[in-house]
């Protein structure tokens, strides 16, 4: 799924577009402070990741979590398509990855054709052929490999039943003719199709090498590098592939030597030392974001803060409402409360603008033709005697359900619903229960916060995904958790998926967007940035466009001494 509860060093969820600020081009990419964040990218050398976490899932089936998919994408596998390693908004480009093109479509898009590219091998030298991509898509049917993206199951015809490859069972939809053809079979006319093959799950991986829940800890590389040992929660050494092939990858640069990733260290720990950037330190960076607490470090700093890239994630926070019963059911309500926020001083809770955007619609910048819309046209602080008018006169009690990190952002929430009378008693609970907590719709609480990515540069992985109708589940609910119901809604969300020109699509998702904000299900209230700190040593450093802002691991170098 593509939800995040923002919950302090949690789950952000898979892969999203996002919109940054300016295009690509052949120079240093920028910093947030706008002097350049490296030097000149080189090869070799070892650069160092500090992390304070292990992956949740490198098995490219399961992986759907940022950044581990960067990771594992850009450096230890690779896909049938994938997007240009380029900051600004080149990067959100598809390019061919493991195919010759992008796909062929026929019959309306029902049907998409793609051919394998010559000299594509695996880390022992074998080729890497068509089966190896349909095993792997296979594979994310398997109720015994959860986690990972779901669109072969959304789009794939017969897959209703199948429950993957791993009892012998194959999925008659995707066609493999030879060992550089393969064929997939839609349900549906699928016009951004050449975008759902960057996802890791059209990553190949040999059916002779499956190991079930164990392949998460030795994937075997298609990519640049591959691993060389894995000591889960301590360190993983990645080494080169010498059978990986430059003349067949346009994207990834594979710079270092050697990639070390340190870890189970504190944030904080990671801050102080890339803010230092003394010896091994200076080709070193940061895994998960900076702490708030340490940007007071390095914002004074120029040189410090030239190092830091602040990206917006492209992920929308929500204040989400339980819309099936009161006081929340009606319409106007909603809108009052979109009325009364003070998203100015939510900003505020969550770092200041150097760590958020205020967010004025639903779809990220990058999904609505790279300017965010405004529907209502509010003052940051809202506007109180228009949510007072919708109220007619009422005070309401409410409760809010946050996680416990997220309890500076609920009292700004709270002081600024009790201007216009509605008083707002919240409860925290602890991370590991938030999704469930929200997800049970027979237990849905009053408010909440929620927040939702897309996985790749399309209106189709955003708001179908938390506003029809159709995907609320009793328990689990992870998209539709405001339990939204309405039928002119889906009814445009199944003729936007009928279409089969992309940029028509993409207009009707922004119109889409704008009918939905008026019924007001949920407030979107910020865009958060992606900020990573790197060492002096560090090159080639940029938050990518389409993966969060995390930092595209396709060009990190490190400078040589």
Known sequence: ????????????????????????????????GGEPATGTPTKGGTLTVLSNQDFSHLDPTRNWTMPHMDFGIRLLYRTLTTFKSEPGAAGAEVVPDMATDLGTPSQGGKVWKFTLKDGLKYEDGTPIVADDIKYNVERSFAPELPGGPNYAQVYLAGGDKYKGPLKGERLKSIETPDDKTIIFKLKRPVAEFSSTVTLPTFAPVPKAKEAGAQYDNRPFSSGPYKIETYDRGKELVLVRNEHWDPATDTVRKALPDKIVVKQGLRQSVIDDRLIDSRGDDENALTYSDVSAASLAKILPKPETRARLISEISGCTDMLGFNTTKAPFDDPKVRQAVHFALD?????????????????TAYLPPALSGGQAQDVYGLPQTGDVEKAKALLGGKTLDVGMTISTGDKLVGEAVQ????????????????????????????????????????DYPSGATFLPMIFDSRTIVEKGNSGNVWQFKDKAVDAKIDEIQAMTDGDAANKAWVELDKQIMEASPAVPFMWKKKPLLVGKGITGAYGHPVWSGQLDYATLGVKQK
């Not at 799924?1 to 920028?30: E, F």
């Not at 998203?343 to 967010?359: F, N, V």
């Not at 602890?430 to 849905?444: E, L, M, N």
């Open 1 to 32: 799924m593509s939800g995040t509860t923002r919950i302090a060093g949690g789950l952000l969820a898979a892969a999203l577009v996002i919109g940054v600020a300016g295009c690509g081009s052949s120079k240093s990419p920028t910093a947030s």
């Open 343 to 359: 998203k100015q001083a939510l900003q505020t809770a969550e770092g200041g603008p150097d760590m958020a955007e205020i967010a």
């Open 415 to 454: 002081s600024s619903l009790k201007r216009v009378g509605i008083n707002v008693t919240l409860n925290p609970v602890d991370p590991s229960v938030y999704y469930d907590t929200i997800g049970d719709t027979a237990k849905t609480p009053d408010m909440f916060i929620y927040g939702w990515c897309p």
